[in-house]
């Protein structure tokens, strides 16, 4: 380790005075001006990572679904899964150390992970469209290189295709080729093979627009579409040329306003989705003839996954088990759906992507998705190679059953949440089951929810347990939610604190949107006055 070459190099890419910042689930995430030292400083940490696993580490820049002029990075390990946790209190570390300590801050990571600093390094980088990001990410290469390190730059990439791009790596090409041409040559052939038996509509082709939250999926979408040459015809929306990334468009505008986005002309009837700004969530949406809007969020979208795949596992009559991993935030029509009509077994876990994937590794299909439309599905090893031998062995009904396993394994990035391939899984499913969108959205009718914030002096009063639905402190406010609950029918309610600020989130659920907006507001209104409340007391939410 050049001790003197750190010191020199990280000196222009200095750390802003007083910045602290946190390594989450989804990264560091913040102003993009303030980012610089960060970029420099994960690449170096992802030097240290690759040269203790021996393997090629990943290093995304991208905020996701954040505004235009936030930026952000994570690291992705060698299987393509999320950082190891003790290596993102390395990252935490790292990133808030002074200047005149990032020598020893390093060496002490170093020592603590038993890292063998002689070892070859291998990262790769993606990045999104973000005006920031090609800047940035020089930054990254900048620390890469300086601890002697080598990499490959993939530039322009969903945040899927980066954990791809590192799965692959890693297998030593038996996941795919680590390419971009590897990636859709993968998913179009396993779309194609698996939609072979659906039944054509007069033309032989679905329509689907896609709102592509004005970020990287509308150009891999663009890239996307030669490979897909028949049954699916995309119509691509809010593709960069005019708006901002992720403004008044995108995944979590659509989920969180219960709007259509700007900039897409919808029809009644019409299927359509929308993308975030690095393609890793996906919901879908319509109107009815009445001009009514309709969301279809991540919970509908695994109830249909989850209900098809559990279909096929009963073909094949092999004992291969499947669960639903869901949070809190699962709209309880959708839980009381897989479990009583669906005889699916449903898990929660606390809130955060990698308590989900955590859960669903447990299963042999695992299936998992937040309600704001990130998730996929796990298969285990075993259950893969059950699958892929059946495939090739069975006769009939059987083999069919598996063919369609195969498939779907090959569609889903089993390395995260991937906006394509969950679309291209769902619209398989559409066409082979025959349904419309409104017939997929009727499986259940989501009770009406209502999700409000409360800003308080300091979030860390609020501690919860059971998968977050019960508040342990401060005393007295499980006991005020319980008895606020009793006063409506088929109604729930949970209070958590936000990860970064301190405000305390709460979501309420009953059988009337009155009722909910009412459970939220009397709910909002005992955290206010048991959890230290600041500002204005909570209003009315209409």
């Given at each position: 380790m050049d001790l003197e070459a750190i010191t020199k190099h990280s000196a222009l890419h200095a750390k802003p005075n007083g910045l602290i910042l946190q390594y989450g689930t989804a990264g560091f995430r913040t102003k993009a001006v303030h980012l610089d030292h960060v970029m420099f400083r994960m690449g170096l940490l992802a030097v240290l990572r690759s040269k203790q696993t021996q393997s090629t580490i990943g290093v995304m820049v991208t905020a996701s679904h954040n505004p235009e002029e936030d930026n952000g990075v994570k690291l992705v390990d060698p299987l393509?899964?999320?950082?190891?946790?003790?290596?993102?209190?390395?990252?935490?570390?790292?990133?808030?150390a002074e200047e005149q300590d990032v020598q020893s801050v390093l060496l002490d990571i170093s020592k603590k992970a038993a890292v063998d600093l002689q070892r070859d390094a291998y990262v790769v980088i993606g990045r999104d469209t973000r005006p920031s990001s090609e800047k940035l990410a020089h930054s990254v290469i900048d620390g890469i290189t300086v601890l002697g390190g080598q990499f490959h730059d993939y530039g322009l990439l969903t945040t899927p295709q980066l954990h791809y791009m590192?799965?692959?790596?890693?297998?030593?090409?038996?996941?795919?080729?680590?390419?971009?041409?590897?990636?859709?040559?993968?998913?179009?052939?396993?779309?194609?093979?698996?939609?072979?038996?659906?039944p054509r509509s007069g033309d032989g082709f679905r329509s689907l627009k896609v709102d592509c939250a004005n970020g990287i999926g509308a150009l891999k979408l663009g890239e996307m579409e030669r490979y897909l040459s028949q049954g699916l015809s995309l119509q691509l929306f809010n593709v960069g040329t005019e708006g901002r990334l992720n403004h008044l468009c995108g995944a979590d505008f659509v989920k969180s306003y219960q709007k259509p986005p700007q900039g897409m002309e919808m029809k009644s009837n019409e299927r359509c989705c929308s993308f975030d700004g690095d393609a890793d969530r996906i919901v879908y949406y319509y109107y009815d003839a009445d001009g009514h809007f309709h969301l279809i969020d991540g919970d509908k979208i695994a109830a249909l996954i989850s209900s098809f795949l559990k279909e096929l596992l009963l073909e094949i009559g092999e004992n291969l088990n499947i669960g639903v991993v869901q949070t809190a935030y699962a709209n309880g029509s959708s839980t009381r759906f897989l479990e009583e009509v669906m005889k699916v077994p449903v898990y929660c876990t606390k809130t955060g992507v990698k308590h989900l994937h955590h859960k669903a590794q447990e299963f042999d299909v695992g299936v998992y998705f937040e309600a704001n439309g990130h998730g996929t599905v796990l298969f285990s090893k075993a259950a893969e190679m059950k699958i892929k031998q059946l495939a090739k062995e069975s006769k009939d009904e059987k083999r069919k059953a598996a063919k369609m396993l195969e498939n779907i394994i090959d569609l889903f990035n089993q390395a995260a949440g991937d906006a394509i391939s969950d679309m291209?899984?769902?619209?398989?499913?559409l066409a082979l089951k025959g349904l419309t969108v409104q017939q997929w959205d009727a499986l259940y009718t989501d009770l009406p929810n209502r999700q409000l914030k409360v800003k308080v002096a300091d979030r860390q009063v609020i501690s919860t347990t059971d998968a977050e639905r019960q508040a342990v402190t401060p005393p007295g406010l499980q006991e005020a939610i319980n008895n606020l609950v009793k006063k409506y029918k088929l109604s729930r309610a949970f209070v958590r604190p936000s990860g970064t600020e301190d405000i305390v989130r709460v979501y309420a659920e009953a059988d009337s949107q009155e009722s909910a907006d009412s459970l939220a507001h009397e709910v909002s209104l005992a955290v206010f006055q048991l959890a230290g409340g600041v500002g204005e007391r909570p209003a009315p939410c209409f």
């Amino acid at each position: 380790m050049d001790l003197e070459a750190i010191t020199k190099h990280s000196a222009l890419h200095a750390k802003p005075n007083g910045l602290i910042l946190q390594y989450g689930t989804a990264g560091f995430r913040t102003k993009a001006v303030h980012l610089d030292h960060v970029m420099f400083r994960m690449g170096l940490l992802a030097v240290l990572r690759s040269k203790q696993t021996q393997s090629t580490i990943g290093v995304m820049v991208t905020a996701s679904h954040n505004p235009e002029e936030d930026n952000g990075v994570k690291l992705v390990d060698p299987l393509g899964e999320m950082l190891a946790p003790s290596w993102e209190e390395h990252a935490t570390c790292l990133a808030n150390a002074e200047e005149q300590d990032v020598q020893s801050v390093l060496l002490d990571i170093s020592k603590k992970a038993a890292v063998d600093l002689q070892r070859d390094a291998y990262v790769v980088i993606g990045r999104d469209t973000r005006p920031s990001s090609e800047k940035l990410a020089h930054s990254v290469i900048d620390g890469i290189t300086v601890l002697g390190g080598q990499f490959h730059d993939y530039g322009l990439l969903t945040t899927p295709q980066l954990h791809y791009m590192v799965y692959c790596r890693n297998t030593s090409g038996q996941y795919g080729k680590a390419t971009i041409d590897g990636y859709y040559q993968k998913l179009s052939a396993a779309f194609a093979e698996l939609t072979k038996q659906a039944p054509r509509s007069g033309d032989g082709f679905r329509s689907l627009k896609v709102d592509c939250a004005n970020g990287i999926g509308a150009l891999k979408l663009g890239e996307m579409e030669r490979y897909l040459s028949q049954g699916l015809s995309l119509q691509l929306f809010n593709v960069g040329t005019e708006g901002r990334l992720n403004h008044l468009c995108g995944a979590d505008f659509v989920k969180s306003y219960q709007k259509p986005p700007q900039g897409m002309e919808m029809k009644s009837n019409e299927r359509c989705c929308s993308f975030d700004g690095d393609a890793d969530r996906i919901v879908y949406y319509y109107y009815d003839a009445d001009g009514h809007f309709h969301l279809i969020d991540g919970d509908k979208i695994a109830a249909l996954i989850s209900s098809f795949l559990k279909e096929l596992l009963l073909e094949i009559g092999e004992n291969l088990n499947i669960g639903v991993v869901q949070t809190a935030y699962a709209n309880g029509s959708s839980t009381r759906f897989l479990e009583e009509v669906m005889k699916v077994p449903v898990y929660c876990t606390k809130t955060g992507v990698k308590h989900l994937h955590h859960k669903a590794q447990e299963f042999d299909v695992g299936v998992y998705f937040e309600a704001n439309g990130h998730g996929t599905v796990l298969f285990s090893k075993a259950a893969e190679m059950k699958i892929k031998q059946l495939a090739k062995e069975s006769k009939d009904e059987k083999r069919k059953a598996a063919k369609m396993l195969e498939n779907i394994i090959d569609l889903f990035n089993q390395a995260a949440g991937d906006a394509i391939s969950d679309m291209l899984v769902i619209e398989a499913i559409l066409a082979l089951k025959g349904l419309t969108v409104q017939q997929w959205d009727a499986l259940y009718t989501d009770l009406p929810n209502r999700q409000l914030k409360v800003k308080v002096a300091d979030r860390q009063v609020i501690s919860t347990t059971d998968a977050e639905r019960q508040a342990v402190t401060p005393p007295g406010l499980q006991e005020a939610i319980n008895n606020l609950v009793k006063k409506y029918k088929l109604s729930r309610a949970f209070v958590r604190p936000s990860g970064t600020e301190d405000i305390v989130r709460v979501y309420a659920e009953a059988d009337s949107q009155e009722s909910a907006d009412s459970l939220a507001h009397e709910v909002s209104l005992a955290v206010f006055q048991l959890a230290g409340g600041v500002g204005e007391r909570p209003a009315p939410c209409f």
